[in-house]
């Protein structure tokens, strides 16, 4: 399925040419074309949005108009020092063009009447000095479908749960939904374009060695569209192919990934790499404990209000309570703990006490084998083959600690991130025993949101070659790139808010 929206036909030349559809590329494109540049937006499926239409649309932008309004104790500063004491090796030229970029780029899309912002209650990830208590991320307020253009919501993704089985997304947008749907309506309003079912599979420079061609594989065929002013590639990353996880060391399967089928597989990468970009792997990916489905893949989970987590050897290996990334980092530090059991029990009338974005029919689950149920922790360890003894000292220990309130293990409850989403009585209301029968144990996977590595870059989003010098005309955001934040995951929005800011600071110096 392909489609043009905001133009008749696919130009041959344009001022900017955007590659991809997400928070970032979206950004990047909406305001070029506010600055009167003529924008293409290049997305190789049928639907816009991407892992970012999936997303909650919570944006790492601190210091913003919109933290001031809401009482916080946010600044630039705080956040400096966050990042000063969470980040390992920082890059810190383009750490401080982020926080410099954050309340401006909020700022300039607030002015647009398409676009309002508010802050969301979500803890950051990490007890550092900076935090601010319940966050400071905010995220677009929603919007009704109908407010915004029909050619631009009739080609929106829909959210997960709905995009996994074929249905329409709703009537009101919020979260990822309304940033995409905003974004894309301020673009074509302004003159910009988007073409869906549009493969990127080249760059080509010129003899000055700009970058300054885009090889495109439509319904008609390939062509080479110019871009006159500037490229912005910011089309994700490569967790949906199997072979480059393999080929980079990143944890995880292609088939756990939280990127929509078929895409993100690495290509446009590659493509960058071959007209001479420079690129970095390390960073691995923004991970979390996925709830393995019937069909293989993996639902991206989080808010654990009880239960319990156990490898293969029936034993606990970190705070189930953890931010999603720092717990999918223990998952991959062992490999007897992909797959893990997660134990819960009746309490909550057999549903999964968690948030899992999917969470499936859990009569399905039973059917498949990715959830069992038993009367005693004797069957459920029979049911998953896990030791019956260690399963029962894992439990009573556990137990243990609920009724003390404190873990002596992995100190679950002493964080503000882990009673977040908690509900449970006194002493830690992190803290629920295990012991109301039956038991369910369901399988887990490490998911990801992406993976965290590609084309390097430098504080104004240049693609940089091997030499360390910009590529002119080539610039680079989101899930494309070596990320800004190494390997850590600061808080809530951190990949959206980063891909913002660095498609605003790419727009910048193309404007000069």
């Known amino acids: 399925m392909s489609e043009i929206v905001g133009a008749a036909e696919l130009q041959r030349e344009y001022d900017v040419v955007v590659v991809g559809s997400g928070g970032g590329a979206l950004t990047g494109a909406a305001l070029a074309a506010a600055a009167g540049l003529s924008t293409l937006v290049l997305e190789r499926t049928g639907l816009i949005g991407?892992?970012?239409?999936?997303?909650?649309?919570?944006?790492?932008?601190?210091?913003?108009?919109?933290?001031?309004?809401?009482?916080?104790?946010?600044?630039?500063?705080?956040?400096?020092?966050?990042?000063?004491?969470?980040?390992d090796d920082p890059a810190t030229d383009r750490v401080e063009a982020l926080l410099a970029e954050a309340p401006r780029l909020v700022a300039r899309l607030e002015a647009d009447p398409l676009m309002a912002f508010e802050w969301i209650p979500f803890a950051e990830y990490y007890?550092?000095?900076?935090?601010?208590?319940?966050?400071?991320?905010?995220?677009?307020?929603?919007?009704?479908?109908?407010?915004?253009?029909?050619?631009?919501?009739?080609?929106?993704?829909?959210?997960?749960?709905?995009?996994?089985?074929?249905?329409?997304?709703?009537?009101?947008?919020?979260?990822?939904?309304?940033?995409?749907?905003?974004?894309?309506?301020?673009?074509?309003?302004?003159?910009?374009?988007?073409?869906?079912?549009?493969?990127?599979?080249?760059?080509?420079?010129?003899?000055?060695?700009?970058?300054?061609?885009?090889?495109?594989?439509?319904?008609?065929?390939?062509?080479?569209?110019?871009?006159?002013?500037?490229?912005?590639?910011?089309?994700?990353?490569f967790e949906g192919s199997e072979e480059r996880r393999k080929e980079h060391g990143t944890p995880g399967s292609a088939a756990w990934t939280?990127?929509?089928?078929?895409?993100?597989?690495?290509?446009?990468?590659?493509?960058?790499?071959?007209?001479?970009?420079?690129?970095?792997?390390?960073?691995?990916?923004?991970?979390?404990?996925?709830?393995?489905?019937?069909?293989?893949?993996?639902?991206?989970?989080?808010?654990?209000?009880?239960?319990l987590m156990v490898d293969a050897t029936g034993r606990r290996y970190a705070n189930e309570c953890l931010p999603y990334d720092r717990f999918g980092r223990a998952m991959a530090a062992a490999p007897e703990r992909v797959p893990s059991w997660f134990l819960f029990d009746s309490a909550e009338g057999g549903r999964l006490p968690a948030i899992a974005m999917p969470e499936g029919d859990p009569a399905e689950h039973l059917a498949a084998g990715t959830w069992v149920r038993a009367d005693t922790l004797d069957g459920l360890a029979e049911a998953t083959g896990l030791d019956a003894v260690a399963l029962a000292e894992t439990v009573e220990r556990f137990n243990g600690f609920c009724a003390t309130g404190v873990d002596e293990d992995f100190g679950r409850g002493a964080d503000e991130y882990d009673t977040f989403f908690a509900g449970g009585g006194s002493p830690n209301k992190a803290l629920v025993p295990l012991a109301a029968p039956p038991f369910y144990a369901a399988r887990f996977v490490?998911?990801?949101?992406?993976?965290?590595?590609g084309l390097v870059t430098d504080a104004a989003a240049r693609v940089l070659d091997a030499s360390g010098a910009p590529i002119p005309g080539l610039y680079a955001a989101s899930n494309s790139t070596a990320s800004v934040f190494g390997s850590a995951y600061p808080g809530p929005g951190a990949p959206l808010g980063a891909a913002m800011a660095f498609a605003s600071l790419a727009v910048q110096d193309i404007l000069g």
């Open 50 to 87: 991407g892992t970012s239409a999936y997303s909650g649309g919570a944006c790492w932008l601190p210091g913003s108009e919109v933290q001031q309004r809401a009482g916080l104790p946010d600044s630039t500063e705080g956040a400096r020092a966050y990042l000063a004491a969470v980040l």
């Open 127 to 237: 007890d550092a000095p900076g935090r601010v208590p319940m966050g400071r991320s905010i995220q677009p307020s929603a919007i009704k479908r109908a407010e915004l253009d029909p050619a631009v919501t009739a080609i929106l993704r829909p959210p997960v749960d709905k995009d996994r089985v074929g249905l329409p997304g709703r009537s009101t947008l919020s979260g990822g939904q309304s940033l995409i749907g905003r974004l894309a309506a301020m673009l074509v309003r302004d003159g910009g374009t988007i073409a869906t079912g549009h493969r990127v599979e080249g760059f080509g420079r010129n003899p000055e060695g700009r970058a300054d061609t885009v090889l495109v594989k439509g319904p008609d065929g390939r062509v080479e569209v110019l871009a006159r002013r500037g490229i912005l590639v910011a089309a994700g990353g």
């Open 258 to 307: 939280m990127a929509p089928a078929g895409t993100n597989t690495g290509e446009v990468i590659d493509a960058a790499a071959a007209v001479g970009a420079a690129t970095d792997f390390s960073g691995e990916g923004w991970f979390c404990p996925g709830l393995q489905q019937p069909d293989g893949s993996g639902t991206f989970t989080l808010g654990f209000r009880s239960g």
């Open 446 to 453: 490490l998911s990801d949101l992406g993976t965290k590595g």
